[in-house]
């Protein structure tokens, strides 16, 4: 598939409806079941939550952590390694009716950041991001587990690391176009009752700066969820930041657009727009839903892995194009 073309898709549904990701990159082929095993498991969990009639905001927490325990995806355990070799996790949630969200950075020590990061939805709103060691204090005052980072480590990414580390002119942003790994998460869900709400978690990329936060734990840039729409996006995160991705995706709802045109139009938007000298083009993956009707996700990279559930569609997942 060439890199330039963006693929979209629409997900029927006039209820509830549960869309996840995990990750925009070259996926390789031997690594795809494993991806395929993980979507499914989140829109297990997912749906469980749904089912039981628990709002959207613990539908994509759940879902999310799910994932993050799969370690397929760059997040939780199986994140790819900064230029330390240590695992550096961002995540952050939103809720779509009262603009609430919670978000965590650079934290090396909790297994499910997602957790903290709607520990911080439920706070009051003092701090909305927390990041580092402060991060993990109030992960611990409030209950979360942690554990020693090297438990989040798998042997493919200390691999991968080491191949890295011999590499010469490796820029972070080819790693969405190439085979480096990539696999950020995420989920938005819409409830029976029509609340919307959204969650993105990662490791970040592959061999980063030791402190360099991309976009999935920025509100407005990873993740955003309100009254028109919730959206998870994944892909290079400086470009992302940059053009409040998940915003304005959500933005574009209001001019009528459908979901899947109007993520397949930011992720046009962002490509033309970030053009930096000595980066590849700015390449990403969006899933995103209305208040209500169809849901839909659009890639400019090779793959995305991708997972979806309503009434209407079933369930579904993929990798391909
Ligand atoms: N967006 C993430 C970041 O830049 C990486 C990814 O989506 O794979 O940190």
Redesign the pocket.
């Known amino acids: 598939m060439p890199t330039s073309d963006v693929v979209l898709g629409t997900v029927p549904a006039s209820g509830p409806l549960l869309l996840v990701h995990g990750?925009a990159?070259d996926i390789p082929g031997d690594e795809v079941e494993a991806h395929l095993d993980g979507i499914r498991r989140a829109l297990r969990v997912g749906r469980r939550v749904l089912d039981a009639g628990r709002p959207a905001l613990d539908v994509v927490t759940e879902a999310v952590a799910a994932l993050e325990d799969h370690p397929a995806f760059?997040a939780g355990r199986g994140a790819v390694l900064d230029r330390d070799g240590l695992p550096q996790l961002?995540a952050g949630v939103m809720e779509g009716e009262t603009l609430r969200w919670g978000a965590v950075a650079s934290v090396r020590a909790l297994p499910n950041p997602v957790r903290t990061a709607r520990r911080l939805v439920d706070s009051d709103g003092q701090a909305r991001l927390l990041v580092g060691e402060g991060a993990e204090r109030f992960a611990a005052e409030v209950g979360e587990p942690a554990i020693d980072p090297g438990a989040l480590i798998v042997d493919r990414e200390r691999r991968r690391h080491a191949a890295l580390l011999g590499a010469h002119g490796y820029h972070t942003s080819q790693a969405f176009a190439g085979d480096h790994p990539?696999?950020?998460v995420g989920c938005v869900a819409r409830d029976a009752d029509g609340r919307l709400a959204s969650a993105t978690s990662?490791g970040?990329?592959p061999f980063g700066r030791s402190g360099r936060v991309?976009?999935?734990p920025l509100v407005g840039a990873?993740f955003w969820a309100d009254r028109l729409g919730a959206a998870s996006?994944?892909?290079?995160?400086e470009a992302?930041a940059t053009v409040q991705l998940c915003t304005r995706a959500c933005d574009a709802l209001a001019s009528g657009l459908a979901p899947a045109e109007a993520a397949a139009a930011r992720l046009r938007d962002m490509r033309e727009r970030i053009q930096w000298e000595g980066a590849a083009p700015a390449t990403?993956g969006l899933i995103l839903l209305g208040s209500e009707g169809p849901g839909g996700w659009a890639f400019t990279t090779p793959r995305m892995a991708r997972g979806w559930w309503s009434g209407e569609a079933g369930e579904g997942a993929a990798v391909d194009p």
């Open positions: 990750g990159w760059d961002d990539r696999g950020t990662t970040g990329v991309g976009d999935s990873g996006a994944t892909g290079w995160g992302i990403g």
